[in-house]
Nanobody
Framework: VQLQASGGGLVRPGDSLKLSCAAS??????MAWFRQAPGKEREFVAA????????DYLDSVKGRFTISRANAKNTVYLQMNSLKPEDTAVYYC?????????????WGQGTEVTVSS
């Protein structure tokens, strides 16, 4: 599985961005977004299970970010609204699953989001 993330950019506070991450190969079970701000450790942002029913969010993004997925395209999205300067980070796509009874985890290359006035 290879993950290709896109959609980052420079926006102003209050603006919106939509990140996308396409997985090549098999359909992952869980897909998620993590982020890493300068000088900080990588942190979990949001995750979605295979069916799309279960979604989990970092408390600070609840109500502003929405994770979704399109399994036909092996793609996960992160709609980010009401962006704040503290959302500035490199956003990484994550995918995991089971293949031939063995678990796997993959990370995308990251897409940079900068929120600044």
């Amino acid at each position: 599985v290879q993950l290709q993330a896109s959609g980052g950019g420079l926006v102003r506070p209050g603006d919106s961005l939509k990140l996308s991450c396409a997985a090549s190969g098999r359909t992952p079970s869980t897909m998620a977004w993590f982020r890493q701000a300068p000088g900080k450790e990588r942190e979990f942002v949001a995750a979605i299970n295979l069916s799309g029913v279960r979604k989990d969010y970092l408390d600070s993004v609840k109500g502003r970010f929405t994770i979704s997925r399109a399994n036909a395209k092996n793609t996960v999205y992160l709609q980010m609204n009401s962006l704040k300067p503290e959302d500035t980070a490199v956003y990484y796509c994550y995918a995991d699953g089971i293949y031939r009874d063995l678990p796997y985890i993959y990370w995308g290359q990251g897409t940079e989001v900068t929120v600044s006035s």
